[in-house]
């Protein structure tokens, strides 16, 4: 997918220069016309699952940021309810997708995805709800909060390149194109 | 011992296993996110699994050993252990894991025990096999071959 108009795309960035450990670059075009991979945010409360889920998704070229629990996750999305303000919006992260387990202690996956879907400034963001249990109750109340697609663990590498589609898309204005994946 | 040798050695072994129930396809896949710029995915992975399988089952040991039984406790650890085995594609051990959380959904403290026992058995023998492949595939590049894709 190339850009219809070089100066059109230059305008909608900031260069932010180098990126930071664990927040996004922009969908900055550079010389070769590549753009910026899109930037997964994995919550799992097992180390194996986002040692797993990490190199998964780098497989795949996306940009990984894992978190261990619900918490981390809404601290990293600067939501905790203890935050000041609210000054992050996903321009600035360039959250592509968020990739969730179900089961976790504290906050479950379905807890997370809610308080997602609650924020003005991030619940546009995709969220795709993982478990290894096959509950038609819990996957009905997950689509219903808003969850993109319920997949079940152990992840596939035919799953996460499914993610694609998903993708939330940084690279021009959302009125300009459909999603097309 | 020749490479060709420790190669031949190692497919049958590594076939053994899976024919054998040890290793389930979710192994292999695994392996097929090896490459080059991950050279050591596969033992990274399968050691995180190790040592959060052992803390689990010292958890369970202690637990299941209370007077009364937090039955809710064991369950969430079997959960853990069957979600982490089931991820490294250590079938036999996930297996017991289903059994094991039936017998904490009825309460069962003689069942759980059985289980715990059962469950012990299958990961260090399972252990034991995946140390043994590894160290297989370390003699095999150690003799400067490559290891052979399954």
New interface residues.
């Given amino acids: 997918m190339s850009p219809s108009s070089p100066s059109k795309i230059s305008s909608n960035f900031g260069n932010n220069g180098g990126e930071g450990g664990g927040g996004g670059g922009g969908g900055i075009v550079d010389g070769s016309d590549q753009l910026e991979p899109p930037h997964v945010l994995a919550v799992d409360d097992s180390v194996i699952e986002r040692k797993l889920i990490e190199r998964l998704l780098k497989s795949s070229e996306y940009k990984v940021t894992t978190a261990e629990n619900g918490l981390r996750a809404l601290e990293y999305l600067g939501l905790l309810e203890d935050a000041k303000e609210n000054t992050l919006t996903n321009n600035d992260l360039k959250v592509s997708l968020v990739i969730t387990d179900y089961c976790m202690p504290g906050m479950t996956g379905y807890e997370l995805l809610k308080k997602i879907k609650e924020s003005s400034n991030f619940r546009e963001i995709p969220v795709v709800v993982m478990s290894s249990e096959k509950n038609p109750s819990r996957v009905e109340k997950c689509l219903e909060e808003g969850a993109l697609e319920f997949m079940f663990k152990p992840l596939q590498l035919s799953d996460v390149k499914r993610l694609r589609c998903h993708m939330m898309k940084f690279d021009e204005p959302c009125n300009e194109r459909l999603c097309v994946g | 011992m020749e490479v060709v040798q420790l190669q031949g050695r190692l497919i049958e072994f590594t076939s053994s296993l899976f024919r054998e129930g040890f290793l389930d396809d979710?192994y292999t896949?695994?392996q097929?996110?090896q490459?080059e710029s991950?050279p050591d995915?596969v033992v990274?992975?399968v050691s995180?699994?190790f040592e959060?399988s052992e803390r689990l089952l010292n958890d369970l040991t202690t637990t299941l050993g209370q007077q009364i039984v937090d039955f809710k406790k064991i369950d969430?650890h079997v959960?853990?252990l069957?979600?982490?085995s089931?991820?490294?594609g250590a079938q036999r051990v996930k297996n017991v894991c289903v059994a094991f959380r039936n017998f904490c959904e009825e309460g069962n403290r003689e069942g759980c025990l059985t289980c715990l026992q059962q469950v012990k058995h299958e990961y260090y023998l399972v252990k034991n096999k995946l140390e043994t492949l590894f160290k297989l595939e370390q003699q095999i590049l150690q003799a400067g071959g490559s290891i052979p894709l399954m």
């Fill in positions: 979710q896949q695994l097929q996110l490459d991950n995915f990274e992975v995180l699994f959060d969430a959960h853990q069957k979600g982490s089931a991820s490294i």
